[in-house]
DNA sequence: TTAGGGTTAG
């Protein structure tokens, strides 16, 4: 939806480097503040509006009044209006002036839309702003704000180059709005050309426009850039520094979100609780339980505990540290919930493969009569259904929702048919899911083919593999994970005239695979290990307990998966190079230091092998440890040499 | 009178 508004018409638009002249011209320069000077003597019964409580009573003086309304009257309803949000009470306002043919000056004007702005009527606002004959920066920096905040991003930008050739001079508010308006893959452009705006007016190390900026470049994908503009701020305050947090978080940048953080706070800045959001989720993101659980700590210090975006991201952070009870513990404890709170907490149980979970916590929720379910509810249900292994009552929730007894008033999006699609495929039943694939209402894209081409590769089944690979391989030919999955389903059935196709395709595009890492937090610090890692200080112990455990359980009937392996050596080597995997590592040196009676936990950058998985189960057979390991789609719980995913991810 | 940072899902 977002991406329509921001995509619509962004290509309508008229560069606007053609305008730098405008702007870089050296008459740029700071406004006057607004005199206000009242156009007649006030009605004190209205001017005092805030000596009324009620505002209706001060408009029913309004209209006894009559004719005799003066600027100052109009100001002080209007103020009440906005103050209370009576779309209703603006409404009377205006049409009082109408009736009496008063002609509100800009500024009265202006009043209207941010009253309709604030109670989301962005039309009307629309109507005042365009009958105006005249317009300041005021009038035109709040309708522009309007269509930010609503995400009309391509009306926002447009209006913006209309100021500017109107003659109007933006200032500080109206670069920290406008910049807000090019986040995402098309605003990109303009928002760098309104940087070289920026640069020549007198606004370019004004802290809102600053966090504006750097907040633009993080979001699209550019922290350097980012932090080059936070580094050159005068003067730092808790929003910008949490916007360079967050832009970090949200780029998977978890360490430098984490460095910068506890940089700031040694430094002694106080936070508030989107600072704590925003560090949460790069918790969530490097699973520190440790720190989580110390940030923790600080929030209920802090008197923060009473928000509830905070409160969700404490349920997400210690459900994706992997300790789903104190996840639950603070959501049971909130003493209010939105639907993101649910979700949350839902999501937790899905990645924990908790199926039952749930299901019962999203039949809870039905029950309560406040939180309606939206659409994030029903892909957490239906990917919890599917991590959990219970396929027929994912689908049974599936019809519901489709049905006209069902929920109904969602709106279904690709995301939920692929949901629909994992599920079948995990119930094997793969060309019951071409089918629905090719019968859904939206063109298939690459995660659905993936989808369907992973449970091929589970069920082992090269026919419909083949089909989901070509389709998958067309839309994606720089995905080396496909590449891997084919080449596996091809190997597993033998088919090595097409194994050897797929290398020679590997090839032929350069593909590169995301280098493997996995990591392990003990006593607050973090161990990371790569594929076939050298660095670490401990490398030869750790890779020699690898092999001392898979001699072990190579006993016990461990055999190392060769077709993990994607390089073409012989298979002495294959197995070396099995053994140099990330998560192995990790494993081992949790065994080497991790308490018997503890769990093992583990974080993995990408989806487990399956050799790896094979693995840690017989670790947790043969050495009696419990495993947890966190890959990039869910927790793999393994216990006595079962793991709660039942071999499908 | 207009302004900057935030949570869940795939």
Redesign the pocket.
């Known amino acids: 939806m977002l991406l329509k508004k921001i995509s619509g018409s962004f290509h309508d638009l008229k560069p606007l480097i053609s305008l730098v002249f405008i702007i870089s011209s050296p008459k740029y320069r700071a406004f006057a ?2 005199q206000l000077t009242p156009y007649s003597t006030p009605n004190p019964s209205i001017s005092n509006t805030k000596s009324h409580s009620n505002l209706n009573h001060a408009l029913l003086q309004m209209s006894i009044q009559g004719l005799d309304m003066k600027f100052r009257d109009y100001d002080a309803l209007l103020n009440e209006c906005v103050n209370s949000k009576s779309l209703r009470g603006g409404q009377r306002v205006q049409s009082h002036m109408i009736k009496t043919r008063y002609l509100p000056p ?2 009265l004007r ?2 209207l839309i ?1 009253l309709y702005l604030k109670c989301e009527i962005l039309n009307d606002a629309r109507k005042v702003f365009d009958e105006m004959r005249e317009r ?4 035109w ?2 309708m522009i ?1 309007g269509y ?2 609503t995400g009309f991003y391509s009306e926002a930008l447009s209006l913006f180059v209309q100021m500017l050739r109107s003659g109007t001079y933006a ?4 670069f ?2 406008v910049l ?1 308006s090019c986040v995402g893959p098309y605003g990109f452009e303009y928002g760098q050309q309104i940087h070289s705006h920026i640069v020549k007016s007198p606004f370019e190390f ?7 900026l750097l ?1 633009l470049y993080a ?1 699209s994908g550019k922290p350097h850039e980012a932090r080059i503009v936070f580094e050159g701020l005068p003067e730092r ?4 520094c ?2 360079m947090i ?1 832009g970090y978080a ?1 780029l998977g940048l978890d360490e430098e979100a984490l460095g910068l953080f506890r940089t700031l706070q040694r430094k002694g800045m106080v936070f ?4 704590y ?2 560090i949460l ?1 790069a918790l ?1 993101g490097l699973a520190a339980f440790e720190y989580g659980k110390q940030v923790h700590g600080h929030v209920l210090r802090s008197e923060l505990t009473s ?3 905070l409160q ?2 404490l349920i ?1 952070m210690y459900s994706k540290c992997g300790n789903i009870t104190y996840a639950r513990r603070v959501f049971d404890e909130m003493p209010e919930r ?4 649910w ?2 907490m839902m ?1 937790g149980y ?2 924990h493969g908790l199926g039952k979970a749930v299901v019962e916590l999203y039949n809870k929720m039905r029950d309560e009569n406040n939180i309606k379910p939206d ?2 509810t029903l ?2 249900v239906l ?1 919890g259904c599917s991590h959990g292994g219970m396929e027929n009552t994912g689908l049974r929730i599936f019809d519901e929702m489709v049905c006209e007894n069902g929920i109904g008033s969602i709106d279904l999006s690709i ?1 939920h048919y ?2 629909v699609v ?1 599920l079948l495929g995990r119930a094997g039943q793969l060309e019951r899911a071409l089918r629905f694939i090719k019968e859904m209402p939206f063109e298939p894209n690459a ?1 659905i083919w993936g ?1 369907l081409l992973g449970a091929c590769r589970v069920h082992k089944n090269a026919g419909v593999g083949k089909i989901a690979g070509d389709y998958l391989l067309k839309m994606e030919p720089r995905n080396a994970g496909n590449y891997v999955i084919l080449c596996n389903l091809y190997a597993s059935d033998g088919k090595w005239d097409e194994v050897r196709k797929m290398r020679e395709l590997m090839k032929g595009t350069a593909v590169k695979k995301e280098p493997g890492k996995s990591w392990i937090e003990l006593r607050r610090t973090m161990h990371t290990f790569y594929a076939s890692d050298r660095s670490h200080p401990r490398k030869d112990e750790i890779l020699s307990k690898v092999r001392e455990i898979s001699d072990r359980i190579k006993g016990f009937g461990y055999c190392p998966d060769l077709s993990c392996v994607m390089y073409d050596v012989d298979e002495e080597q294959k197995e070396r190079l099995l053994l140099g995997h990330s998560e192995k590592m990790a494993l081992a040196f949790g065994m080497m230091n991790v308490s018997a009676e503890k769990a093992i936990r583990i974080m993995k950058n990408l989806r487990i092998c399956v050799d790896c998985h094979n693995f840690a189960k017989f670790v947790s057979q043969v050495y009696g440890r419990e495993v947890f390991i966190r890959d990039k789609s869910r927790f793999h719980h393994i216990v006595n040499g079962v793991c709660l995913c039942g071999d499908y991810w």
């Open positions: 503040t607004h800009v500024y202006t009043r941010v300041n920066v005021v009038s920096t709040a704000s930010t905040k200032n500080e508010f109206t920290a709005t807000k004004h802290i809102y426009v600053g966090s504006s907040d979001k305050d808790v929003v910008s949490t916007s967050s949200q508030n609780y989107v600072t959001v925003s989720t969530s928000y509830i975006i969700n991201s997400d939105t639907a993101v709170s979700n949350a999501a899905s990645k659409s994030a892909l957490t990917s995301e692929g949901c994992d995660a989808s």
